[in-house]
């Protein structure tokens, strides 16, 4: 499973232990990144990653304006 964590600035990876009440967290994929709706696909022996980065950005006006980008890792 990979809980929504972007306050904490990471993507994390948890195993249950004990369907559905425990959970354990075994990997944090990314660090320092402000990411939602992660979701992990699996196809054959190649995982994929599929990210939805939010970035801020300020302008010259001080004006804040929230960017998104959808970024895909893969992995064998």
Do not use: C, G
Not at 30 to 58: G, P
């Amino acid at each position: 499973m990979i809980p929504e964590s972007s306050a904490k600035k990471d993507i994390q990876l948890y195993a249950a232990t004990d369907f559905p009440l425990k959970w354990e967290l075994k990997k944090i994929l990314m660090d320092d990144v402000v990411a939602v709706d992660t979701t992990i696909y699996k196809e054959n022996d190649t995982y994929w990653m599929f990210i939805n980065l939010i970035m801020i950005k300020v302008d010259r006006t001080d004006k804040v304006n929230h960017l998104q980008r959808m970024k895909v890792s893969i992995a064998k």
